[in-house]
């Protein structure tokens, strides 16, 4: 076992804490490092010896010495981040361990659980694919010479396609029922492996049914049915073999803590377990990401454009209406998704890691001061210190500055998240636009089908635009407040 997934298994254990969050681990940290000046070779030798030992019986230890186990790793790399600041400290006059950053605790803002955001994007697709059927087989019922007193020509829906986009639309919203009723009834000393024959079987018996469908569409639209297939290519492509991602828009990573479904953050003052951190939040924000498009691209997929592949080539339907609503589905579903997947208190843990990470940027030439030292991934830097690192210069800004100079990925996670409230802005342009345009072309069209559509549209796009706004609002208080308060 390497010292990172040590360090990593360390962090874990940690609970997220609000406030000043360096007020515990910076006291044992410089109680570290003041036991270690006198003789820190020696430590660090006595620390080394039981790591190498602990290494290579990993197999066969017991479960009682696990944790002293992982806390000797942490404290050998305390001790080498105590000694180079020590030899650091005393030729540059730098300070160990600067002022760690505060949080300010995230208000108690209501949001919907998961089986609930599930069940809101299960009936705004399968609305959505109603009234795309109303696009296409609506009739005249109105009129005298009109020979059906219905509204639409049911008898020419394919009732296999329909269960089809039913089944499939809806596996989510039915496995998240399923976990729910899990969680009541089940003990916990099997539920992990109840959740594994659930998930199992419940996949298993999804692909048989829509395999089935499929089987019994194929007589009458041969090629056509290959459209329904497409998708899965593009999942596997996005996600691989993985199963969760298929039955959940939230899945949790096995490399991090949640507190319902949301990442835990570990307020540390360890270099190492800070990237540590960052790498797995990166992860998980990354899969968030790629389920936000994947879902609401595959949604606007099956509930628009499906049914119009399906249509009978003697039916007549209004191309630009259909396609009209297939890009109102995708657009109004893709904000709808990012509201479930990234709600405030998410975007707060994240925010909370880039005030520990910090960011370096490039300089080409500075003021009279003293020399820069060399970068050390050890350390804890304060702000407006300058580095060598690669054979270029650098400056720290943040409270503190752990990252890897020149690393993007650090430096993409420290302007994207040190101040979220620009997420939700741009949300809300994006869906204040939405709201604004098809609230204008409902004041222009004069169909009965093509309002009733739009309306249905409008008034969904205007609940996931009142959660955007109120984010918004929330994340552009606290975090304004949180600036001036380090300032």
Known sequence: ??????????????????????????????????????????????????????????????????????????????????????????????????????HIRFPDVPYSSELVNELMIFLYTMIATAMQFLHLYRTVWWLPE???????????????????????????????????????????????????????????????V??????????????????????????????????????????????STYFNGIPSHSCSTNPTVIRAEIDIL???????????????????????FIPCCFAQSFLYYDLYWATQH???????????????????NYCDVMHMASLHLGKWSRVESRPYSPPAVAWSKLVVWPPGQYIKHSGELFK?????????????????????????????????IIQSVIVILQVVILFMVVEWHNIISLSYLVLANYHTLFKIVRDFFVTHRMYSSSKMHRS
Not at 14 to 38: H, K, R, V, W
Not at 215 to 238: A, S
Not at 326 to 344: K, R
């Open 210 to 255: 829509l395999g089935y469908l499929c089987f019994e569409m194929f007589p009458k639209q041969r090629y056509i049915v290959i459209y329904l297939c497409y998708p899965m290519i593009v999942y596997v492509i996005t996600f691989g073999m993985q199963i969760e991602p298929f039955l959940r828009t939230i899945f949790e990573t096995e490399s």
């Open 282 to 304: 990166r992860t998980d924000y990354n899969n968030r990401f790629k389920q936000v498009v994947f879902t609401s691209l595959l949604n606007a997929y099956y509930a628009a």
């Open 1 to 102: 076992m390497s010292a990172y997934r040590r360090i990593n298994r360390g962090s874990r254990s940690l609970q997220p804490t609000f406030g000043n969050c360096s007020t515990t681990e910076t006291t044992s940290s410089n109680s570290t490092a003041s036991n270690s000046t006198s003789n820190p070779n020696d430590s660090l030798n006595n620390i080394n010896k039981s790591l190498v030992q602990y290494d290579s019986n990993s197999s066969t230890d017991s479960l009682a010495k696990s944790g002293q186990q992982q806390a000797a790793a942490i404290k050998y790399d305390e001790l080498q981040t105590s000694k180079f600041e020590h030899e650091l400290s005393n030729g540059n006059g730098f300070t160990s361990y600067p002022m760690q950053p505060k």
């Open 326 to 344: 297939l890009g109102f589905l995708v657009l109004g579903g893709l904000t709808m998704c990012a509201m479930c997947c990234f709600p405030a």
């Open 396 to 428: 720290s800004y943040g409270v503190i500055t752990t990252a890897i100079p020149g690393n993007g990925v650090h430096i993409r996670f420290y302007m994207f998240f040190q101040n979220p409230s620009n997420i939700y802005l741009i949300l809300s």
């Open 146 to 208: 009109s020979n059906t007193s219905q509204t639409m020509n049911f008898y020419l829906i394919d009732e296999h396609l329909t269960m089809f986009i039913v089944i499939l639309l809806g596996r989510r919203f039915m496995y998240c029922f399923l976990l729910g009723i899990l969680e009541m009834i089940c003990p916990k000393q099997v539920y992990h492996i109840a959740l594994k024959f659930i998930r199992l079987t419940f996949f298993i018996g999804i692909l048989s």
